[in-house]
């Protein structure tokens, strides 16, 4: 067998886990962006749904 035929194993860097730990953060600050005014909105003591909803007709 050849040496290509072999899969290296896999090797994470310094620089690799930086990046996997900036793209985490980045997606949890996205997220609680969303999150929280949505949460403070819809618990404020003025909330009005936007739309009602119909029960299902028989």
């Known amino acids: ?8 194993p896999w090797r994470l860097t310094d620089r ?15 997220a609680l962006a969303v999150v929280i005014p949505t949460a403070l909105q819809v618990t404020g ?3 009005r749904p936007a ?6 007709l028989p």
């Open 51 to 56: 739309a009602t909803s119909h029960a299902a």
């Open 1 to 8: 067998m050849s040496s290509a035929a072999t899969a290296a």
């Open 16 to 30: 690799g886990i930086a990046l996997v730990l900036v793209a985490a953060a980045m997606l949890a600050v996205a």
């Open 45 to 47: 003591e003025d909330y």
